[in-house]
């Protein structure tokens, strides 16, 4: 790394190096045709996963040829001319990130830009690598991130990752809260899985000092399980928590789709992500880029922008800025889930982890 550059690495050690802007200068802001600004950039940087989550991918899951891959150079060049475009908060995404051979390099990287121009650099994690990488997080400038755990009980966690790996995750759930990093637990809710056991989760993270929000399943990719079976309609589940619990509405907003509640009996703050029944669309700030540079600009659509082609041409800076501009274009007002139809195909071919969790 060099601290005068403003580059990653160096341009004289790397001549393919596409040099982008990274004094500060600034574009003008991303406005979508629905008058969205856009301040919030998900970057995946692999499609590969150390688990094997039921509801996100089947067991044998064909993952990208490495070479289809942006390099940590491409993915830093793409973050940066999204942050000169004006987004403030970068969630670096997967696939599992961490698995992600030298990723701290990028993030060390990104870090130098917080204080300036970029106010968050983020990741969500399953935490199986978070213990060996939670001190240097922190280091970079990390402040919080978000580990997926849909359940406390060992072996309801080993078949529902097909990997035997709660007691690492715990591990480096503690090691983040250890480090300084604020955590946020993700639970995706699953009928007949994890119904059940979704108030001890809770209450678990609460007591733990951490906020937990729960997820409806997202019918993307074929995972070999009827979606169906596994959805769990997060209203229902709010309500049954009611009957349990105090449960007051709070105007938090941590910049994603989540809607908020204090937890009197916890003390704790519990989101809802309701892809299905409770459309977040209106306030959408966000994009996607995959880890092939693919911009998708609704996690729910087809549309997308190939920006490894811009990157990649001989105008990056022109190109990347006329991808933008049609991606603002073809941001769609809202997305489509259905899940109400047994045997449906996905509502999107791709697996959660090729798009970016």
């Avoid at 990653?8 to 600004?37: H, N």
């Avoid at 670096?92 to 917080?114: K, N, S």
């Avoid at 907003?253 to 003390?267: D, I, K, L, Q």
């Avoid at 933008?324 to 045997?343: S, T, V, Y």
Wanted: aromatic share 4%; glycine share 10%; with cysteine.
């Amino acid at each position: 790394m060099n601290d005068q550059s403003g580059t990653f690495p160096p341009p004289q050690r790397r001549r393919d190096l596409i040099v982008v802007r990274a004094s500060g200068d600034r574009g003008p802001p991303l406005v979508d045709a629905f008058q969205r600004r856009i301040t919030y950039l998900r970057l995946s940087v692999t499609d590969r996963c150390d688990l094997r989550c039921a509801y996100c991918m089947p067991e044998a899951m064909q993952f990208l040829p490495k070479a289809e891959v942006l390099t940590l150079e491409e993915l830093y060049q793409l973050a940066t001319g999204f942050i000169a475009r004006g987004v403030t908060k970068l969630r670096i995404t997967g696939g599992e990130p961490l698995v992600r051979r030298d990723i701290m390099d990028l993030f060390t990287a990104l870090g130098r830009r917080l204080g300036h121009d970029l106010q968050e650099l983020t990741l969500t994690t399953n935490g199986t690598q978070l213990a060996r990488h939670a001190d240097a997080l922190a280091r970079a400038g990390v402040k919080r991130v978000n580990v997926s755990l849909d359940t406390l009980d060992r072996e309801r966690f080993a078949a529902l990752t097909r990997r035997d790996c709660l007691p690492q995750v715990l591990d480096g759930i503690a090691a983040a809260k250890a480090a300084g990093l604020k955590v946020k637990l993700n639970a995706v809710a699953l009928k007949g899985v994890n119904e059940e056991e979704l108030p001890d989760l809770i209450a678990w993270g609460h007591g733990q000092g951490h906020d937990v929000t729960l997820i409806e399943v997202m019918p993307l990719g074929d995972v070999e399980e009827e979606r169906l079976d596994q959805y769990l309609p997060l209203d229902s589940v709010r309500s049954a928590l009611a009957e349990r619990w105090t449960l007051r509405d709070i105007p938090l907003s941590t910049g994603g789709p989540a809607r908020y509640v204090e937890v009197g009996e916890t003390g704790g703050r519990l989101g809802f992500i309701t892809p299905h029944t409770g459309n977040f669309c209106a306030g959408c700030n966000r994009l996607r880029v995959t880890a092939t540079g693919q911009l998708y600009p609704c996690l729910g659509g087809g549309e997308r922008v190939d920006l490894r082609a811009a990157l990649r041409s001989d105008d990056p800076e022109r190109n990347l800025a006329l991808g933008l501009q049609e991606a603002l274009a073809i941001k769609p007002e809202k997305h489509h889930f259905r899940m109400d139809a047994r045997g449906a195909d996905p509502a999107v071919a791709r697996h959660m982890s090729t798009t970016g969790g």
